[in-house]
């Protein structure tokens, strides 16, 4: 009896050894459960909140990058009213050469200067031509090129006009090598002029000049050599050119292969935009970087070839394109009616919107 109550003993305490065992297992599997899942609930949270973070930090860099072209775009257009606005207040084409201070008295005009007879085919500004007295006709415009020296060197023109008389030098190369207006770099081309474009003296002398007649003038700047090589009846005017039209000629620069003719295109928006978005051919030249480009926009571009000027949404470009025709000279621009946005839309819309 005695030995099956000690059996009996020994197998209720192995019984409880083993249930406590279990229990103590259910217990740490529970708990390696329950660690495992708080701590992938802390990685979830915390790659949620990194997430949420970078979606903020970004569309505030976004918010950052607009406000920013927002700005730079509106500063440009101040600059660029500030360049176009009154004919009193000139423009940048009377700071590249034959400009004058509004607070100068006019120059005298060349006919009362002790100088020597006009050569064959020049003429000197008379009283008459500097009041702007002239046979002239509403909306004409001229074709000019210039060569200007300082005032004490004026007698070197005397002597490119013998040479011209001569044929022993052209014009184009005469500025190139005398005249210190940038403009040389181009020959002495300044593009189309029409009236209210430059100063009452050089004006007088380009309006009352035949085509193909040389004339000189006296300005602030010193003395000019001008000769008028075409005109136009009507002032010169921006074209607008509709997408299909660009995607058109796009086409057809791409089928000459650079044998066409010469096409200018150049993209106005700011540097940011250019990189979300941009037309395969076309140049960066920003708005609010006009100072800087447009003062040799003569030198760079062709002002007698085609230009087409391009934006956002076609106001940028519009206000370029008056800038090229009203104060650098150009004959041929064309502003992209309703931007690359349109062009996105109505033409490619691979090109990203933005």
Known sequence: ??????????????????????????LSLSLSLSLSLLARSALSFSFSFCCRRNTRED????EREKKKAKQQAQKATKAMRSIIAGGSSGG????????????????????????????????????????????????????????????????????????????ET????????????PSSASGGKLGWLGRGDTVPAFEAAAFSTPVGG?????????????????????KIEVAQMGVTE?????????????NGEKVQLIDVREENEFETARIEGFALKPLSRLMEWG???????????RTVVLC??????????????????????????GGIDAYSRLVDPTVPRY
């Open 1 to 26: 009896m005695k030995m099956k109550k000690k059996k009996k003993s020994r197998i209720r305490i192995c019984w409880l050894l083993s249930l406590a065992a279990f229990s103590h297992s259910c």
């Open 59 to 62: 569309s505030k860099e976004r």
């Open 92 to 167: 940048l084409l009377r700071r590249l050469a034959v400009s004058s201070s509004s607070t100068r008295a006019p120059p005298p005009p060349l006919a009362s200067a002790p100088t020597a007879a006009p050569l064959p085919g020049r003429r000197a500004v008379s009283s008459a031509a500097a009041s702007g007295s002239s046979a002239d006709f509403p909306g004409r415009s001229v074709k000019v090129s210039h060569i200007l020296v300082p005032a004490d060197r004026a007698a070197e023109l005397d002597a490119v006009e013998l040479q011209l008389s001569a044929g």
């Open 170 to 181: 052209t014009f184009e190369a005469a500025a190139r090598e005398k005249s210190t207006c």
């Open 214 to 234: 040389l004339a000189r003038a006296s300005t602030d700047f010193g003395e000019h050599l001008l000769a008028v090589e075409e005109e136009k009846k009507g």
């Open 246 to 258: 660009l995607r058109d000629l796009l086409e057809e620069i791409k089928a000459a292969g650079g």
């Open 295 to 305: 003062s040799f926009a003569n030198k760079d571009m062709d002002p007698e070839a």
């Open 312 to 337: 956002h949404h076609g106001m940028r470009s519009m206000q370029v394109s008056n800038f090229l025709v009203q104060q650098a000279g150009f004959g041929r621009v064309f502003n992209v009616s």
